[in-house]
């Protein structure tokens, strides 16, 4: 079946550096991908989306970049605060039905 | 603007109770959309009500489902409750629904406890 993953649970950064948070998913009809932050004891947040017919979109101090050959997107994050520190979750979709990846946590130490 | 509002936020049952979640999306969306939350399994889709139809269904048992009123508010019942059933229940709601058409806007779920 489809699949949106994540590539590694955690990433700790140090604040004032820049985080990339990877995202690779199985289906090549996906033509729509979120991403979602999720901050400890509340809901997932919108912080950007892309369509496959982009390959790179930017918002404020967060880049989604999307590599329709390898089926892979990335989120940047410029000079990471540590009001960054949280769950950060891929989701893409054919159309119909939004798969999400199992979340990155993201740790910004001092 | 009110944000999505999801009662009870949260509960503690035991086995073989049932269980109805209520979500109230924000004013003028008429989609809402469920998720399980769980430590192992992420985020998985359990349906999604767009004017008082189910138009998406994710894969749960029967024991799952919901229901949408008039007003676009929603309700998820969950019968014959099993231990993995505890979980934190999102419910998400969107302009014009589609899980491909724009960012869906969650709210704080309501955590599920059961024992």
């Known amino acids: 079946g489809e699949s949106v993953g994540l590539h590694l649970p955690t990433l700790s950064v140090q604040e004032g550096d820049n985080s990339i948070i990877n995202c690779a998913y199985s289906?090549?009809?996906?033509?729509?991908f979120i991403w979602y932050k999720q901050e400890s004891g509340k809901g997932p947040q919108f912080i950007i989306d892309?369509?496959?017919?982009?390959d790179k979109r930017q918002g404020q101090r967060v880049t989604v970049l999307l590599n329709k050959t390898v089926k892979h997107l990335s989120l940047q994050i410029a000079a990471t605060q540590p009001g960054d520190s949280a769950v950060y979750f891929c989701a893409g979709t054919n159309t119909d039905k939004l798969i999400f990846g199992t979340g990155t946590r993201l740790q910004v130490f001092p | 603007k009110a944000g999505v509002t999801q009662t009870p936020r949260y509960l503690i049952k035991t086995r073989g109770q049932q269980v109805t979640l209520s979500c109230s999306p924000i004013s003028g969306h008429r989609s809402v959309s469920w998720y399980q939350q769980t430590p192992g399994q992420g985020l998985q889709f359990l349906f999604e009500?767009?004017?008082?139809?189910?138009?998406n269904k994710g894969n749960f048992p029967g024991r799952f489902s919901g229901r949408q009123f008039s007003n676009s508010r929603s309700e998820m019942n969950v019968s014959t409750l099993e231990l993995g059933d505890s979980a934190l229940y999102l419910c998400?709601?969107?302009?014009?629904?589609?899980?491909?058409?724009?960012?869906?806007?969650f709210g704080e779920g309501s955590r599920l406890t059961v024992l």
């Open positions: 892309i369509r496959s017919n982009m």
């Open positions: 289906n090549s009809a996906s033509d729509y």
């Open positions: 998400a709601s969107s302009v014009s629904g589609g899980q491909g058409t724009g960012e869906l806007f």
């Open positions: 009500y767009f004017s008082e139809t189910q138009r």
